[in-house]
C-alpha cells in the first residue's frame, strides 16, 4: 500500500540496536513512523524533522514519548480496534490455562509423570473486568458464551452496553473483591502505574486469578509474585511486563501459578494484517494532505502551531 501511494519504505526491526549515528541519519528523511513497541525516544523524535506522523501498531503508546511529539506537532496515532478479538481471545486463552493448570500438566507429563490434575470451570464464575472499553467489551461478550457472570469497572462507564449485556456495575475495590477471574484492560498512565499492588491483591479472594493483558505497569509485578507465593491469590497469567523483553530470570518465570506469555496476545495474522492496513492508510492520508485518525495526542496541533 505504502509503496504503491508513491512512498519509500524502510523495515528496520530494531531502531533502538542501531548505532546512534545510523539511527540519526535514518530518521532524518523520515516522514512518517509505524512502530511496534519498541521504545520512540524525545531524542529519536528530534532526529527527524521531517516527521509529519507516527503510528502505533496497537492501542498501547507508552513506548511513544507523546510529549515530546506534542511539541514538535507531530500526531501520534494507534490502529483502534484491530486486534480487539485477538487480545479478548488470549485472556481467556491465560484464563483457562491458569484455571485447568495446563502448563503445569504438560510439563509434568513431559517429565513422565502422569498427574491427573485438578482445575476450575469458569462456568459460574464472576469475571471482573477493569476497564470497560473496546477489548474489555469483546472479553465481556465472550464471558457470556462461558456461562460467567460479569462485573466491571471503568471511569468512563458505559451504561448502555453494560445493561444490553448483563454487566453490573462496580467500584474497582469492589471487582477486586467480589471477582473470581480479574482481568485488566486499562491504558497505563500515572493514573494506572501500580495500580493493583500489594494492597489491592489482599483485597482479591485467596483463588481469584488475575490476567493483564494490557500494560505491565499496572501491576506491581513484585507484589503479584508476593501475593501468588503467599496463596494471598490463587495465580496470574500475564502477557505483559514492567521490562521487556523479560528477563530469564524473573520471578514472574520461576513462580509455580504464574503463566506468561511474550506479549503476543494481539499477535494473529488476522489482528496483524489489519494492523498493518489500518497504519499505512493513516500514514498515506496525512502524508497527501489529510488529517490523521486515531489521534492519541491532540495537543499536537498546538505545538504545531
Known sequence: MLRGSGLTTHHEPNLTALAEADRRALLASTRAIIAGTQPLTAGDLASAPNLEI???????????????????????????GANRQAVAEHVFALMLGVARRI??????LAAGTWQQLTGRELRGATLGVLGL????????????GFGMNVIAYD???????????NIARAELDDVLAQSDFVTLHLFLDDST??????????????????????????????ALVDAVRNGV????ALDVFEHEPLPADSALLHTPGILATTHVAGATREARGESGRMAATNVINVLAGGDAQFVVNPAYQEGAA
Open 233 to 236: 491469590i490463587g495465580g496470574a
Open 103 to 108: 502448563p503445569e500438566n504438560i510439563s509434568n
Open 155 to 165: 471511569p468512563y462507564f458505559d451504561d448502555v452496553f453494560a445493561a444490553a449485556h
Open 54 to 80: 507516527v503510528v502505533r501498531t496497537g492501542v498501547g503508546y507508552d513506548s511513544v514519548d507523546v510529549a515530546a511529539a506534542s511539541e514538535q506537532g507531530i500526531p501520534v496515532c494507534v490502529t483502534a
Open 193 to 222: 502505574r501500580n495500580l493493583i499492588n500489594a494492597e489491592r491483591l489482599r483485597l482479591m479472594k485467596n483463588d481469584a486469578i488475575l490476567v493483564n493483558t494490557a500494560r505491565g505497569g499496572i501491576v506491581d509485578e513484585a
Open 133 to 144: 472499553g473496546s477489548i474489555g467489551k469483546a472479553v465481556a461478550t465472550i464471558a457470556a
